[in-house]
């Protein structure tokens, strides 16, 4: 599975901004799909998982209630939907391929997941 993730920009507090992670290779509408986040000097981060189905999410506690996480296994795309963004929001996000069956225990862990997109930056000003 090759993924490319794209759509960071610069966008000011309280703005909103989609990112959007784009699949090729392996069936990608059987795996649950994941992003990420890391800012310097820090371990990539979990924000967000969508099963395969798009019928289950689950987010990080910052972002719950902000951010959105969708799908499209007709287009091989998952999305990122960031709105009221803060300026700790700032980081490199990453789209990464799960399991095809969620496992609550370790789907925050960087391990459950075996391929990942190059990343793109979102930059929030105050």
């Known amino acids: 599975v090759q993924l490319q993730a794209f759509g960071g920009g610069l966008v000011q507090a309280g703005g909103s901004l989609t990112l959007s992670c784009a699949a090729s290779g392996r069936t990608f509408s059987r795996n649950a799909m994941g992003w990420f986040r890391q800012t310097p000097g820090k371990e990539r981060e979990f924000v967000g998982i969508i099963s395969w189905t798009g019928g289950y999410t689950s987010y990080t506690n910052s972002v719950k209630g902000r951010f959105t996480i969708s799908r499209d296994n007709a287009k091989n795309t998952v999305y990122l939907q960031m709105n009221s963004l803060k300026p700790e929001d700032t980081a490199v996000y990453y789209c990464?391929?799960?399991?095809?069956?969620?496992?609550?225990?370790?789907?925050?862990?960087?391990?459950?997941?075996?391929?990942w997109g190059q990343g793109t930056l979102v930059t929030v000003s105050s």
């Open positions: 990464a391929s799960g399991p095809p069956l969620i496992n609550i225990a370790t789907m925050r862990l960087t391990s459950a997941y075996d391929y």
